[in-house]
C-alpha cells in the first residue's frame, strides 16, 4: 500500500532589516478555499478578460467595471482587465473621463486573498495604478459598498474619489499580516496627514465614508448611485488640468517632531500585538513616506513587504480570515448540515437573567435591532439592570454618533412576558436545579415553536433540553465576558437539537456582530475543556519552582494579551474553585495532592480559602493596590515556599521553552482530542474560538494551526517526554488523532478534516 507522505512547512526565523521575522519554508497556502460565486449581473458591451467591463456611457465617459464576485477582488484577472480597458478608455477620442466601478454596489475588497502563495500571475498593481495616475484624461473611482486594501490603493490612485454615504472605506492589510504595498502607504499620508494614516494603516480599521470624507480621502459623498453621480462628476472635469489631482505629487504633510511622532507609534504598535511584525513594517513604511522623495518611498514599501509577505505570521493571519468565514460552515456527526437548513427568522427576543452576561447579551441584541423582552426575577436587580444597559448603550451610541436602541427593550419581572418572543436566551446563575427549573416554566409559557437558548458554560445541554417540550428547539449559545463586546460565540448542539435550531442561533449571533461557531455538548465545551489542562499546567509549573509572573512573561512574550494567572485574576479565581467543587474536586484543607486518581494541584483552592479571589478583592496571584496593575507578591512566593516545603517538593529552575510546551501542548493535545471526538468539525473551529475568545495571538493563526507550525512530530515527542515525567497527569500522553496525523507524515491543516471523516467512518 502506498503511503501519501505530506511535509510539515518548516518555520525557521530570519534576520531582516534587524529585525527577527519568522518565514515558512515551502510557502504553501493552507487557507480554506472559499467557494466561487455565480456572477448575478452583466452588462453589455466589450467584456475584458470577463472581469472588469468596458462601456462608453453618457457620449463622453468612459465606464470600466470591476466584475469578481462578491466582493470584486484584485485577481490576476481583474487585474489584465483594468490593464486593458483603461488603455481602451485612453485610446478612444470620444472618451473624455473615465469612471471605475464595481459591479453588484461593491466598489473593490482588494487584493484577491485566495491568490496569496501562488506565484504572482498577471499585471502588478503597483505600476497599473501608477498608470491610472499619470493618465492624461481624469479618472474617477466611484466607491460604492467597500474599498478596501488594494480597491482604495486603486482608487488613491485615481484623480478624484466619489463615495456612496453608506460605504466603508479601509486599508486593512496588517489585519492579514501585511501592508499595503501598492502604494497605501506612501498615498494615504499625502491625504490625511500622518497620525491618521498611522492609525488607519497600524488598525486596518474600515471606516465610514463621512469620515473618509472629513480626511479627504474622498471627494464627494453622494446618496444616490454611486456610478451615476461620479459619471456627472466626471463629465464636469473633463478638461480640467490634472497635475495636482496626482497624489503621489503631493507634499506628505510633516508635525515637528517627526520622531515623537513615530517613536510614540512605535511603542503602541508594539504593546497592542505584542511580536506582531506587520504594524512594526507599517510604521517604518509611513516614516519612509514622511522623510524620503515619493520614489524612494515606493522602494521601501517593497521591501519591507518583502519581509512580510512569506512570513509565518501573513500566513497565520490569512489562515485565520478563511477560518473566521469557514466556521459557519458546519455539519452535524449525523451528516445535517446546519447551512443547509434554513434558520428561522427571529423578530423578538428574551434574555432572562440579567447579571453581568444578561446585560452584555441584551445589549447586543438591541443594538442590533432586535426587540428584546428583558427579565430578572426581582425588583431591585432589575431595576440596577436598565440602569447599567441604557449606559451601556448610551455610552456605544455615543461613540458611533447614533440614538441609542432603549425603546427596543421592554423590561419585566414576569417569566409569562417572553410570552411572544421567538427566542429565550436564559443568563441565571450556574445552578443546574435552578436552570432545569427555569427550562420547564419557559416551555410553558413561551409559544409553541420559540427557541430556547441557555448561555450556561458548564452544563449539559441534554439535561436542559429534557426539561422542554421539544428539545430539538434548545441549544446553547455560549456568549464571552463582556457580551457585548466579544465576537465569539460558541452556539452547541446537545443530542436532540435541530440543524433548524443551530442555524437560527448561528444566524442571530451574525446579526450580533458575532462569530457563532457550532460545537459538540461535553464539559467545558470546546474553549474551557481546553482551558483546562492549560491553566492546570501553570499550577503544576508553580509546584515545581515557578512564579505567577515568570509563567505569564513566557505566555506573554508568545503572544497572549495576558498570561494565564493574571486571566485567573481578572475571572476570579472563586469561578474555577466553584466549577471545581460542583465536580467534586475540592477538599477543605487541601493536603492531598492526588484526587479521581490523578495528580492535582490544590494551589487555587488554597488562595480561595484565603479569600483571594482576584482582582475583585485586591489580592489573587498577584496584588492589586488600588488599580488593575497586577504586582508582584512577596506573601505569594512565601506562601508557595512554604507549600512545596510541606509536600517535600524541590523547587527548580524552569525555563521559558518547558512553560510554553507544557501549557501550549497539553491545550492542543485536547484540541486534538476534541477533533477526534467531533465536538468540533474541524481545526479552523477550534482556532476561531481561540483566536476570538481567549486571546491567542491571531498572528500564530489558533492552536491548531500553531501545531501544524510547529510540526506534529515534535508536538507529539514533546507530549510523551512530559509524559514519562509526569506519569500521573494522563492528558499529556499525545492522543490517538495526532499519533495518527503524525503515522500519516503530519498533512497540513487544511487536509485533517479529510482524515477525521475518514476515522470516524470507520468507527
Ligand atoms: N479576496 C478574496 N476573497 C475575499 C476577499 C478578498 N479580498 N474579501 C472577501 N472575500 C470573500 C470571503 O472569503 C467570502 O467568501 P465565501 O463566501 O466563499 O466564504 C466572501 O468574499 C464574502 O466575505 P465575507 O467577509 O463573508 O462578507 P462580508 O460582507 O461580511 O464582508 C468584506 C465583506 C469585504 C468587508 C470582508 O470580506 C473583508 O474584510 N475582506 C477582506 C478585505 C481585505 O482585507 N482586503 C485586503 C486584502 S490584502
Ligand atoms: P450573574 O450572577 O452576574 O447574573 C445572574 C442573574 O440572574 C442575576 O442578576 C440574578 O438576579 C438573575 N436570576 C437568578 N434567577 C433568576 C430567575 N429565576 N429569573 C430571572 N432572573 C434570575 O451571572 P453571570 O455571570 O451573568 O452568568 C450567567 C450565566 O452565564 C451562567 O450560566 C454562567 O455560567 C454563564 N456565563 C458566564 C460568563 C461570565 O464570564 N460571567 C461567561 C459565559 C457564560
Same mark, same amino acid.
Given at each position: 500500500m502506498k503511503t501519501q507522505l505530506w511535509t510539515d512547512a518548516v518555520m525557521t526565523t530570519r534576520r531582516i532589516n534587524g529585525a527577527k521575522v519568522e518565514v515558512v519554508l515551502p510557502a504553501k497556502t493552507s487557507t480554506v478555499q472559499s467557494s466561487a460565486h455565480a456572477i448575478k449581473k452583466k452588462r453589455n458591451n466589450f467584456s475584458c478578460g470577463k472581469m472588469a467591463q468596458y462601456s462608453r456611457v453618457s457620449g463622453t465617459v468612459g465606464l470600466i467595471t470591476l466584475q469578481n #464576485?462578491?466582493?470584486? *477582488?484584485? $485577481?490576476a484577472a481583474v487585474r489584465q482587465g483594468i490593464v486593458d480597458t483603461v488603455k481602451r478608455a485612453l485610446g478612444d477620442p470620444e472618451v473624455k473621463s473615465v469612471v471605475i466601478c464595481g459591479q453588484n454596489g461593491v466598489f473593490c475588497g482588494g487584493a484577491d486573498i485566495r491568490e496569496f502563495g501562488s506565484p504572482m500571475a498577471g499585471p502588478p498593481l503597483v505600476p497599473m495604478i501608477h498608470a491610472i495616475e499619470a493618465a492624461g484624461k481624469p479618472v474617477v473611482a466611484a466607491i460604492e459598498g467597500v474599498a478596501l486594501g488594494g480597491g482604495l490603493e486603486l482608487a488613491l490612485g485615481c484623480h478624484y474619489r466619489i463615495a456612496h454615504s453608506k460605504a466603508k472605506v479601509g486599508l486593512p492589510e496588517v489585519t492579514l499580516g501585511l501592508l499595503p504595498a501598492a502604494g497605501g502607504t506612501q498615498r494615504l499620508p499625502r491625504l490625511t496627514g500622518l497620525p491618521a494614516a498611522i492609525e488607519l494603516i497600524t488598525t486596518g480599521r474600515h471606516i465610514t465614508a463621512a469620515e473618509a470624507l472629513k480626511l479627504s480621502i474622498v471627494d464627494q459623498l453622494t446618496d444616490q448611485s454611486g456610478v451615476d453621480a461620479a459619471v456627472k462628476f466626471a463629465k464636469s472635469v473633463a478638461e480640467q488640468p490634472l497635475d495636482a489631482r496626482r497624489v503621489s505629487n503631493l507634499p506628505c504633510p510633516c508635525p515637528p517632531d517627526l520622531d515623537a511622532l513615530f517613536e510614540a507609534a512605535m511603542q503602541k504598535v508594539r504593546r497592542r500585538a505584542r511580536g506582531a511584525t506587520a504594524p512594526v513594517a507599517c510604521v517604518q513604511a509611513l516614516r519612509a513616506a514622511a522623510t524620503l522623495p515619493y520614489a524612494r518611498g515606493m522602494q521601501r514599501e517593497e521591501e519591507l513587504m518583502a519581509t512580510l509577505f512569506t512570513s509565518g505570521q501573513a500566513r497565520a493571519l490569512q489562515y485565520a480570515f478563511f477560518a473566521q468565514r469557514a466556521a459557519g460552515r458546519w455539519s452535524m #456527526? $449525523? =451528516? *445535517?448540515?446546519w447551512d443547509g437548513s434554513e434558520p428561522k427568522p427571529v423578530r423578538k427576543a428574551a434574555v432572562v437573567g440579567l447579571g453581568t452576561m444578561g446585560r452584555g447579551i441584551t445589549v447586543s441584541l438591541a443594538q442590533a435591532g432586535l426587540s428584546v423582552i428583558a427579565v430578572e426575577a426581582e425588583e431591585k436587580p432589575l431595576k440596577e439592570a436598565k440602569q447599567a444597559i441604557s449606559g451601556m448603550l448610551q455610552r456605544g451610541a455615543a461613540r458611533r454618533g447614533e440614538a441609542p436602541a432603549l425603546d427596543l427593550i421592554t423590561y419585566s419581572q414576569n417569566l409569562r412576558a417572553v410570552a411572544d418572543a421567538d427566542l429565550v436566551i436564559e443568563a441565571v446563575f450556574e445552578d443546574a436545579d435552578l436552570k432545569k427549573r427555569l427550562f420547564r416554566q419557559l416551555s410553558a409559557v413561551c409559544k409553541p415553536r420559540a427557541f430556547l437558548c441557555t448561555n450556561t458554560s458548564s452544563l449539559d445541554i441534554d439535561l436542559l433540553a429534557a426539561q422542554s417540550r421539544l428539545p430539538e428547539l434548545v441549544v446553547g449559545m455560549h456568549f464571552f465576558a463582556p457580551a457585548h463586546v466579544m465576537k465569539l460565540l460558541e452556539v452547541v448542539y446537545g443530542s436532540r437539537s435541530s440543524p433548524e435550531a443551530v442555524a437560527t442561533a448561528v444566524n442571530l449571533g451574525k446579526r450580533m456582530g458575532k462569530v457563532g461557531v457550532a460545537v459538540g455538548n461535553c464539559r467545558g465545551f470546546v474553549g474551557n475543556r481546553m482551558l483546562s489542562p492549560y491553566f492546570e499546567q501553570g499550577l503544576f509549573l508553580l509546584e515545581e519552582g515557578a512564579t505567577p509572573e515568570s509563567v505569564d512573561a513566557a505566555l506573554e512574550e508568545f503572544g497572549?494579551?495576558? =498570561?494565564l494567572f493574571r486571566m485567573s485574576d481578572l475571572s476570579g479565581i472563586d469561578v474555577g474553585w466553584r466549577v471545581r467543587k460542583a465536580e467534586g474536586l475540592v477538599q477543605p484543607g487541601a493536603a492531598v495532592r492526588v484526587r479521581q486518581g490523578r495528580r492535582y494541584s490544590p494551589l487555587g483552592d488554597l488562595l480561595y480559602e484565603q479569600g483571594r479571589f482576584g482582582q475583585k478583592t485586591g489580592r489573587g496571584w498577584y496584588r492589586y493596590d488600588n488599580s488593575r496593575e497586577a504586582t508582584p507578591d512577596p506573601w505569594l512566593h512565601g506562601f508557595l515556599e512554604a507549600y512545596r516545603a510541606r509536600h517535600g517538593l524541590a523547587a527548580r529552575r524552569i525555563d521559558r521553552r518547558e512553560v510554553l510546551e507544557r501549557c501550549l501542548y497539553a491545550l492542543i493535545n485536547e484540541g486534538f482530542r476534541i477533533l477526534e471526538e467531533g465536538i468540533a468539525a474541524g481545526p479552523e473551529d477550534v482556532d476561531v474560538i481561540y483566536v476570538l475568545g481567549y486571546g491567542w495571538p491571531k498572528h500564530r493563526g489558533g492552536p491548531m494551526f500553531y501545531a501544524s507550525m510547529v510540526g506534529l512530530t515534535k508536538i507529539s515527542e514533546r507530549l510523551e517526554y512530559y509524559q514519562q515525567a509526569h506519569p500521573d497527569v494522563p492528558y499529556l500522553q499525545p492522543c490517538s488523532l495526532l499519533r495518527r496525523l503524525v503515522a500519516s507524515g503530519s498533512p497540513p491543516v487544511h487536509k485533517w478534516r479529510e482524515i477525521i471523516k475518514k476515522t470516524h467512518s470507520h468507527l
Open positions: #464576485p462578491p466582493v470584486n *477582488a484584485l $485577481s #456527526p $449525523s =451528516g *445535517a448540515r497572549f494579551a495576558m =498570561g
